[in-house]
């Protein structure tokens, strides 16, 4: 399973292929490269909303309350 950073360094690399893949397509009037380059694109899409998906389970995971992650059987200088 792939860390929440692989899959952004992978979806920006995409996204420079995609964009390079366009450009290439345009100067050399092949309409069928542009396609190849919208293709890389959704594809970069449906990797962003998985990148987004998986940061938010990391999220949820994590404990924010300072009261959770304190032991109850110490004792507090109020007591």
């Known amino acids: 399973m792939k860390r929440p950073e692989q899959i952004r360094a992978a979806l920006i690399a ?9 450009v ?3 100067k050399m009037n092949q309409p069928w490269i542009g ?5 890389a694109f959704l594809c970069a899409v449906a990797l962003y ?4 998906r998986r940061l938010r389970a990391g999220r949820r995971g994590k404990v924010f309350a300072q ?4 032991r ?8």
């Open 14 to 22: 995409l996204l420079i292929v995609a964009a390079v893949l366009s």
């Open 24 to 26: 290439v397509g345009n």
């Open 35 to 39: 396609w190849i380059s919208f293709v």
């Open 49 to 52: 909303f998985d990148w987004r």
């Open 67 to 70: 009261e959770a992650k304190t």
């Open 72 to 79: 109850k059987a110490r004792t507090r200088s109020d007591k």
